[in-house]
């Protein structure tokens, strides 16, 4: 298991999540390893495709060795955390906040991140133990401005949009003070996946990496 300083630390360098949602789950490990390629150090394989939990054990095996973060999407209780801990996974995203997972998180040593869209939820979640708060659906609530505002009177927690990010907007998210911003369809859609257009998934985590770069100041 990855130590969390070294996770938060890289996902505070790297600043993008891949988030991969297939009913096609072939090859998956291939599109990780796209993504990889194309700078990206975190790929969240979400409960909802078909034998996650094995994909997520395929990937960290077969792709060691690759500075490649491959994480758990999408869980709903700690039993499911707990065997995509246990599969490999080096973080753990929910669509909201549940205690359960929480400790278990806590007793793995593991990164935690539930989503959470108001400003009570936000709070919620982090004192009861989320290491960053993904805020979901980012673009529901106003977009990079909302985010902004609530970081203003929230420094310390640390929040990463989801839903709604875009080449377009991923920039503004991140200079709104986002710790990174995940990414679907946007950058490794279903059709690519089913296509095995690995090329062009590369081509997507280039463009997302480089601009996530730039919004950071660096070259």
Not at 41 to 57: K, S
Not at 129 to 140: L, M, R, T
Not at 144 to 156: F, S, V
Request: aromatic share 6%.
């Amino acid at each position: 298991m990855i130590a969390k300083d070294k996770v938060l630390a890289s996902l505070r360098q790297s600043g993008v999540v891949a988030v991969i949602r297939t009913e096609n789950p072939e090859d998956l490990v291939s599109v990780a390893k796209a993504l990889a390629q194309g700078g990206i150090q975190f790929v969240e394989i979400t409960m909802t495709v078909p034998g996650a939990i094995e994909i997520i054990r395929d990937a960290t095996s077969q792709l060691k060795g690759m500075d490649l973060y491959i994480g758990a999407g999408t869980v709903l209780d700690a039993m499911t955390a707990r065997a995509a801990i246990i599969a490999g996974a080096a973080f753990v995203v929910g669509p909201g906040f549940a205690p359960d997972i929480a400790e278990i998180c806590r007793t793995y040593g593991i990164t935690y991140a539930p989503g959470a869209l108001t400003p009570q939820e936000i709070i919620t979640a982090w004192k009861g133990g989320a290491d960053v708060v993904k805020v979901f659906p980012a673009d529901n609530m106003g977009g990079p401005g909302y985010l902004k505002a609530i970081k203003e009177p929230l420094p310390q927690i640390e929040l990463m949009p989801t839903k709604g990010v875009n080449l377009d907007t991923a920039a503004s998210y991140i200079k709104a003070g986002a710790i990174a911003v995940g990414a679907g369809s946007a950058m490794v859609g279903k059709a690519l996946i089913v296509a095995k257009d690995y090329a062009g998934i590369t081509e997507n985590a280039k463009k997302f990496s480089k601009i996530v770069r730039e919004a950071k100041g660096e070259n």
